[in-house]
């Protein structure tokens, strides 16, 4: 089939699907209880006993962890020798993306700008 599925109506092999069902609002409010619940305090508790159990050997913790840390993708250790190689700084990688984001944003504007434009002639 055309549409990433296969004859059984499924997603084929290597099709990731689409972005997922939107959040229910009554998710949203169980997290945002969530937030309200847990203080800093507690939270830095959590962490505390998270790395002490990940350095004594747990698995888990150790996975808990790196996935907030490093993230599900982390970087590819050619991707850090490359950065290095060209002695690009975190504040350099930060500043690009701000300067992309604000590009981005002026761009927005540009074409609400245009499009308001001709919705009136």
């Keep these: 089939m055309t549409n990433g599925r296969n004859e059984n109506g499924r997603f084929s092999t290597g099709n990731p699907g689409g972005p997922g069902r939107p959040r229910r609002a009554i998710e949203l409010d169980y997290l945002a209880a969530l937030g309200e619940a847990v203080t800093l305090p507690a939270w830095q508790r959590i962490v505390a006993r998270a790395l002490a159990d990940a350095e004594a050997g747990d698995p888990r913790a150790r996975d808990w962890i790196t996935k907030y840390v490093i993230g599900e993708s982390p970087a590819r250790l ?4 490359a950065r290095e190689q060209r002695e690009v700084t975190s504040a350099d990688e930060i500043s690009a993306l701000a300067d992309e984001q604000a ?4 761009w927005a504007a540009q074409t609400r700008n245009i499009i308001e434009k001709l919705a009136t002639s």
């Design 103 to 106: 590009s981005d944003a002026k």
């Design 78 to 81: 050619i991707d850090l020798a």
